[in-house]
């Protein structure tokens, strides 16, 4: 059953370019062999319904063993170190089978 590590983000006020952000986000883990999928989007909804999380990122995987070993992995944190920790306020992070 495959797995989506989803990640609700609300990006730091220095973030201007929300779009031109994500699409760094997603070029970058795209390229991580054992994501099979990366799906990024923008919040279409007002500050008042989205709380000031305004974009979030998919991450699918086969199944659970396959998160948890990249969860694990060095490159993980390593992205997260480039992309997410520099530039992210706070993150809500949901994990759900389908």
Partial sequence: MAVVHAL?????????????????????YEKVD????????????SVEQNKGYNFTLLLEFEDEATLKKYLEAPEA??????????NVEEIIIIDFKY
């Fill in 77 to 86: 944190q390593a992205k997260k170190a480039q992309y997410l920790d520099p």
């Fill in 8 to 28: 609700i983000i609300k990006s730091k006020p220095s973030i201007t370019d929300v779009s031109g952000f994500a699409a760094k986000i997603k070029a970058g």
């Fill in 34 to 45: 054992i994501v099979k999928s990366v799906r990024v989007g923008e919040s279409i909804n």
